[in-house]
């Protein structure tokens, strides 16, 4: 069990507990994928074992030749909660951070042919790089922050979650009808246009506003 890293350098007990993906929160994004904006959002689930930190490497795997690379923000559970309104939606939050949800989108193209699940494209070990988290104290509002990703110092992706199809408490309110959230539990929040193809030996290098960044590179 692997715990958060926090930005005030402050280590505190809060284990990463399961990861909740959103696909089309941005409309430009949906447009790229040729995918339907939906009315509620859609998410599946990614392990806590894809997780990696700063500096750390995101490995190919053998089974895939195509990765692509989806910034996000991301919303960290701080206390356990269920069916929650959404005007109270950010009580439980802990904190956000920047995350990459790394997906190997040839084996995830196969699997939409077929109408079978995206598990096995998003799920891969390292497939989800995270920042250190910053306490919600020092976001007055996620719902309008700065965050973009570069690739070997080339913005792929620049954007903001004021873009995004559906606010944090939106969000937060309706996961938490389907099913508990839990103390460390990260949503992460869909990805903005400009995602792409990434290699062996890139460096990837995301920021959300001036508050966390994200550096990793690709082996």
């Known amino acids: 069990m692997t715990n ?5 350098g402050v280590e505190r007990n809060v284990t990463i ?3 909740v993906c959103l696909a089309r929160t941005y409309k430009k994004h949906a447009q790229e994928m040729k995918s339907d904006v939906t009315e509620d959002p ?13 500096g750390e490497s995101i490995v190919t795997p053998e089974m895939s030749k195509c990765l692509h690379h989806e910034v996000e923000l991301g919303v960290v559970i701080g206390e356990k909660c269920k069916n929650v309104s959404q005007k109270n939606a ?4 802990l904190g956000y951070l920047l995350a990459l949800d ?32 910053v306490l919600k104290e020092d976001v007055p509002n996620p719902n309008n922050l700065d965050i ?5 110092q080339e913005i792929r992706q620049n954007s903001n979650t004021s873009n995004m199809i559906y606010s944090v408490e939106r969000i937060i309110g309706f996961i938490s009808q389907i099913m508990t959230l839990e103390q460390g539990d990260l949503i992460m929040t869909g990805t903005p246009e400009g995602v792409g193809e990434i290699v062996a030996g ?9 508050i966390c960044s994200l550096k990793v590179n690709v082996s």
């Open 4 to 8: 958060y890293n926090f930005t005030d």
């Open 17 to 19: 507990g399961k990861l």
């Open 42 to 54: 859609l998410f599946f689930l990614k392990p806590a074992s894809a997780v990696i930190f700063n």
């Open 90 to 93: 950010l009580d439980y939050v």
């Open 102 to 133: 790394i997906t190997a989108r040839d084996i995830q193209s196969e699997a939409k042919k077929k109408g079978f699940p995206w598990d096995i494209a998003k799920g891969f070990d390292t497939f989800a790089p995270i920042s250190d988290v």
């Open 148 to 152: 973009s990703l570069k690739v070997n």
């Open 202 to 210: 890139d460096l990837l290098e995301a920021e959300l506003g001036n």
